[in-house]
């Protein structure tokens, strides 16, 4: 019995069946081919849809920075002089001054008020639930919703903020129309709108918390402090700098909640990079620098993004 | 992209996101639709085509304007073998891409209205078809001498019309009438009395320079080049390049930083929306203020009835004068048959006066035949911006031109002009230095056969 099982496994292993010869087993090398095909025939229409979608705009817009065109010529080479243009004007660099501003507020400003509004919620607190639901309508609201509500709020004498500054014997604060405070009021926003995000990212690392390692923190005899920074935090690094890395992509990439609220005024105190890249394009009609300015912003971005995932690592390796 | 509790983040994956970043980043600024080689050029000639012809049109007027014009355009019944007219509202809202893109990939209409200075702007990419023909065959009948005087000259570029005259959109001066009562005062007939008037309304509360230059707000740049051009400037020269910087400019502007530092202008304005403008005329602060032809219809209601246009302000120097925009209806050179657009121009500019006679809020019209209409003439207010305003209105090329051309697209709600506004109406450097920072950027952005 065992002789023709072994037999027939032999058999099968040649490829000969009971009925006679057939083809022969693939070998390990052949099946490793054979799925190779497979695989890429499933994900060649995938890629080939990136390609599409992503790979051709990024060319073209290379293709652009290197021209001199508009919304509708591509217009003649003119090398890297859109990016040198770019480099030498003050109103790029004071783009990027304010991009950073509304980055550093934008990013830590929302985690800090994310992260004390995540750790308030861990307690119990009657109708939690609906008040976490609340505390997400600023992410979750169009933002065209929300720089309309901040608009009524902040712009003209009889705006509720206004209102209220003024019966505090302060009664001609500017909130859009200063520079300075135009600045402070569209990265107040920023972290208005953002902070639910972080809220749900810290919620969600402190929820696998095991209670256990506080309980045993107070055991030791550390105080509330102590084991928010001792326990809390490093707990929560990983999902922080996540955040940190998103938040500055979305930051960087921000053009609805600074256009739809100043369009970069006063005097150009609230343009971002990307603000400023849809006003060269856009308004002035300079597709080249405008993209220019596009692929510097993607520059820094990557890099920025790259530091935080190297500390990312380094927190793994910890 | 957040990742599950766990999961390892690769250096692969998130070189993977670095990556879809960095598309997404580049593609805010591109949105050009690609092709970028459309020649765009295939014109109808001679010949009919069934195919249908794509009309689009703008929001010109309140929401009784849509459902009036699609009236219009879809009562168009075209003769033997010409095409029949499709009908499309395009939002202001990224208007300027909405064309580009059509354009860039050959699916633009073959007639639209738009911005005032779009027509200039493709007609210098050649992508126009120049009006000559249309007008030339309205002079046989009443239509080409319908038009208010001297505006279909204000479409004249060197190679031809590059549009046709459609709806006025004009920068007056509107005071509201029981709030001068109620500061004693009556309404001003120059600079020196419009000074008078805003400093008795000051003590009463109120500002007598209403304006706004803020998010989407453009009505604060254009009234500051209504006040160079009441004072014999503007922006450009007779060879369509910049010349901001004049004495007639500085004065213009000195003017406007005395009514700032005198507490005449909110402070806020340099920021307010049209909206922010809009309810700071209801809630009784402005009491006087340049803005479009259509306020008192905007603002509704017994607002509309309390405000009034003043006949235009006497400059230092003795001239009147002011600024507006001669929207218009452009041609393409890609459409499915030009007769049958010119066909359909013809019948459009025939009927288009229920745009007005039922007042949908569109501003004042080119045609005077509409203007004559009891409907028309039932409003004081359009009829004098008609009578007295129009007369003395110049385009943005003035005081070189008075018609629009490719480098006045430099300052059409552009950057430039908006930082250069806010700098004045915050008071922010001297009327020489602000035009001198204007003036470099347009020099640098002008166009030498603009």
């Known amino acids: 019995m065992a002789d023709t099982i072994t037999k027939r496994v032999g058999r099968a292993g040649r490829g000969v069946g009971s009925g006679g010869a057939g083809r022969a087993a693939p070998t390990k090398a052949s099946r490793v081919g054979h799925r190779g095909v497979t695989l890429a025939a499933f994900a060649i229409p995938s890629l080939l849809l990136l390609l599409l979608i992503n790979l051709y705009p990024l060319v073209y817009a290379g293709f652009q920075s290197v021209h001199n065109g508009d919304l509708i010529s591509v217009g003649d080479f003119v090398g890297l002089d859109n990016y040198v243009a770019v480099l030498k004007s003050p109103d790029f660099w004071n783009s990027a001054k304010f991009t950073l501003i509304f980055t550093i507020c934008g990013v830590f400003g929302s985690w800090l008020l994310g992260l004390a509004v995540a750790l308030l919620l861990r307690t119990k607190i009657p109708g939690g639930g609906i008040l976490k639901v609340l505390l997400l309508m600023p992410w979750i609201v169009p933002v065209v919703v929300s720089a309309t509500a901040w608009n009524f709020l902040v712009a003209t004498p009889q705006s509720p903020l206004p209102v209220i500054a003024s019966a505090l014997g302060q009664p001609n604060v500017l909130f859009l129309a200063d520079p300075v405070l135009a600045q402070i009021t569209v990265c107040v926003f920023k972290i208005w709108i953002s902070f639910p995000f972080m809220m749900i990212m810290i919620s969600a690392s402190l929820a696998a918390v095991d209670p256990n390692v506080y309980e045993a923190a107070a055991v030791d005899g550390a105080t509330s402090w102590q084991a928010f920074t001792g326990n809390t935090l490093p707990i929560i690094s990983r999902s922080t700098y996540i955040s940190w890395i998103l938040m500055t992509i979305f930051c960087v990439n921000d053009f609805p909640t600074i256009f739809l609220l100043t369009q970069g005024g006063p005097v150009g105190a609230t343009t971002s990079l990307a603000v400023l890249s849809y006003q060269t394009v856009f308004a002035d009609m300079q597709t080249g620098p405008g993209v220019a300015i596009a692929f510097l912003m993607t520059l820094v971005l990557v890099v920025v993004s790259v530091i935080l995932y190297r500390q990312i690592r380094k927190v793994e390796v910890e | ?450």
């Not at chain 2, 549009?163 to 120059?190: C, E, F, H, I």
């Not at chain 2, 009441?230 to 500085?250: K, R, S, W, Y």
């Open chain 2, 1 to 450: 992209m957040t990742q599950p509790s766990g999961s390892p983040v690769t250096r692969r994956g998130f070189l993977g996101l670095a990556g879809g970043a960095a598309a997404a980043t580049v593609l805010t600024a591109c949105n050009s639709g690609g092709g970028g080689g459309s020649t765009g050029g295939s014109n109808g000639g001679g010949g009919g085509s069934s195919t249908p012809l794509k009309f689009w049109n703008m929001p010109w007027g309140s929401t009784l304007f849509l459902p009036t014009d699609k009236g219009i355009a879809e009562a168009y019944k075209p003769a033997a073998g010409m095409p029949s007219v499709t009908y499309q509202q395009i939002q202001w809202s990224n208007f300027v891409q909405t064309f580009s893109s059509a354009v860039a990939s050959g699916t633009n209409p073959a007639i639209s209205s738009g911005g005032g200075t779009q027509a200039f702007l493709f007609e210098s990419q050649g992508k126009i078809t120049y009006a000559d023909n249309l007008l030339n065959s309205w002079k046989s009948g009443k239509l080409y001498d319908d038009f208010l005087p001297g505006l279909i000259d204000t479409m004249k570029t060197k190679n031809g019309y590059a549009a046709v005259p459609y709806n006025l959109d004009m920068r007056v001066l509107w005071y509201s009438k029981s709030l001068l009562q109620k500061a004693g005062v009556a309404p001003p007939t120059d600079w020196s009395s419009f000074e008078n008037v805003c400093a008795a309304l000051k003590k009463i509360g109120v500002y007598g320079y209403g304006t706004y230059a803020g998010a989407g707000g453009y009505t604060g740049q254009h009234n500051l080049v209504a006040h160079m051009i009441n004072n014999g400037g503007g922006l450009f020269d007779a060879n369509h390049q910049p010349n901001c910087v004049t004495p007639e400019n500085i004065e213009a502007m000195d003017w406007v930083l005395g009514l700032v530092k005198n507490g005449y202008v909110d402070p806020r304005a340099a920021t307010y929306t049209s909206a922010n403008a809009q309810s700071q005329w209801k809630a009784g602060k402005f009491g006087m203020g340049f803005d479009t032809g259509g306020l008192a219809q905007n603002l509704g209601g017994t607002f509309a009835k309390d405000l009034v246009v003043t006949s235009p302000l006497v400059g230092p120097s003795g001239k009147k004068g002011a600024l507006f925009f001669p929207n218009n209806i452009m041609m393409y050179k890609k459409n499915p048959s030009q007769p049958g657009t010119e066909a359909f121009a013809t019948y459009y500019f025939e009927n288009m006066a229920p745009l007005w006679t039922k007042f949908t809020g569109i501003g004042p019209p080119p045609l005077k035949s509409i203007v004559a209409t009891k409907e028309f003439q039932s409003d004081p207010n359009a009829v004098k911006i008609i009578k007295e305003w129009q007369p003395i209105s110049k385009t943005f090329g003035a005081p070189g031109q008075n018609t629009v051309f490719l480098n006045v697209t430099t300052v059409d709600a552009t950057p430039a002009m908006n930082t250069f506004t806010q700098t004045i109406l915050g008071a922010r450097s001297s009327a020489k230095d602000a035009l001198t920072a204007l003036q470099s950027t347009l020099k640098a952005q002008a166009k030498p056969n603009g």
